[in-house]
């Protein structure tokens, strides 16, 4: 499968620890995105790489929230003391133009 | 800002009838449009897509959309459903460059009826 990638699908975590999610990019790719979904609602953009440039941030994107591409390829998410509002559908993105294609998401529910 | 407005939180069609999804956008400057289809517990899967050119796109899975400037709108259409077809759809925009990420509406809901 040359989709993209995203690990784990699935993360439970208690409240105040860090968690980090990866994101595959499709090969050549160079543009990344990560979104966050809530129940009921679309996908919010967070954060956009442009190779390993991160280009722009939400202000959805707190301070407790942190994304790196370091080689323009793979990119982590990592979330630090995560709160219960920080549970969510985590999704990247990523393409070569304004189109983008998705992973299946990392699902964070913080207990 | 830009915005998108899905107008249905729910739709309920009957197999092998047609479909129409409403989306209407605001936008500043020329759009860059989307569908997407997500079934539960999974990402998002591009059905169509609209940069320029012709109004009418069509796009995978029988599926097709017409973008109309003055309306602000691009519905998505179906000409016959398939149980298949029951899944989450959202339209976005964007921009050409696309640094600010998609802006999705917040999804319409499709029950399909045997």
């Known amino acids: 499968d040359t989709g993209v990638s995203q690990d784990p699908r699935h993360k439970i975590t208690k409240r105040g620890q860090n968690v980090t999610f990866r994101c595959d990019p499709i090969?050549?790719?160079?543009?990344l995105y990560w979104y966050r979904q809530t129940l009921g609602q679309g996908p919010e953009f967070l954060t956009y790489?442009?190779?390993?440039?991160?280009?722009?941030k939400s202000r959805l994107l707190s301070d407790r929230f942190s994304a790196e591409r370091p080689k323009g390829s793979f990119s982590t998410l990592e979330i630090q003391r995560t709160e219960q509002g920080d549970s969510a559908m985590y999704l990247c993105a990523t393409g070569v133009s304004t189109e983008a294609f998705f992973g299946q998401g990392t699902r964070l529910t913080v207990v | 800002a830009q915005s998108v407005t899905q107008p249905d939180i729910h739709i309920t069609v009957s197999e092998g009838a047609s479909l129409e999804l409403r989306c209407n956008y605001s936008?500043?400057?020329?759009?860059?449009l989307f569908w997407y289809v997500q079934s539960p517990g999974q990402g998002l899967q591009l059905l169509l897509k609209?940069?320029?050119?012709?109004?009418l796109v069509q796009g995978i899975k029988g599926f097709e959309a017409e973008f109309k400037r003055s309306q602000s709108s691009f519905n998505l259409r179906k000409p016959s459903v398939h149980w298949s077809d029951a899944a989450e759809y959202f339209c976005a925009v964007g921009a050409a460059g696309g640094a600010d990420g998609l802006t999705f509406g917040k999804g319409t809901h499709l029950i399909i009826q045997p």
């Open positions: 090969s050549e790719h160079n543009r």
């Open positions: 936008y500043g400057a020329t759009p860059y």
């Open positions: 609209y940069f320029s050119g012709d109004t």
């Open positions: 790489f442009q190779n390993e440039a991160q280009l722009e």
